[in-house]
């Protein structure tokens, strides 16, 4: 006789929520946000991480490896230039996970502050609980960067 038993919730979900300050216009981090999450996009080791996105409601986020190969990571669920973002979709997750992931962009004196929240639910891996958010660290220094060094 097999016994299953149902995980806890715990174990599908994640959320991760995170703050950036840039030294930099709304409207610069807003469009150093898009490209880093596109084309402009690299692996820590600097590997193109070879990401396309269509910032449109409706657009693809995915990631482009040509030949008409690569793997869709969300739609953009929602977009009100330069204060939000927002996505849907599996991401890098190979398995029936739903994901969230939203920006919202406000000015604050000479800064931009970045909120960013990501949620999910569903069988999430191990090795995605434990490097999502380095990678997410990574993608958000990397727009603050490109913003403030836009904006000198």
């Known amino acids: 006789m097999t016994t299953m ?3 806890d919730i715990e174990s599908l979900t994640l959320k991760i929520e995170q703050e950036t300050r840039v030294k930099a216009p709304i409207d610069v981090t807003f469009a150093a946000l ?23 409601p409706g657009g693809r986020w995915y990631r482009d490896l040509g030949d008409g ?3 869709y ?4 669920q929602s ?8 996505f849907c979709g599996p991401l890098f ?3 029936p996970v739903s994901n969230n992931v939203i920006y919202r962009l406000s000015q604050d004196g000479d800064e931009t502050v970045i909120k960013f929240c990501h949620s999910a639910f569903g069988p999430i891996l191990e090795d995605h609980r434990k490097g999502v958010v380095g990678g997410w660290n990574h993608i958000h220094e990397n727009v603050r960067k490109r913003a403030e060094k836009r904006k000198s």
């Open 5 to 7: 038993t149902a995980p």
């Open 34 to 56: 898009l490209e880093e999450l596109g084309s402009a996009g690299m692996r820590p080791d600097g590997t193109p991480m070879d990401m396309k996105i269509e910032p449109v």
């Open 69 to 71: 190969n690569g793997h």
């Open 73 to 76: 990571w969300a739609t953009v």
């Open 79 to 86: 977009i009100k230039r330069p204060s939000l973002l927002e």
């Open 93 to 95: 997750m190979s398995q």
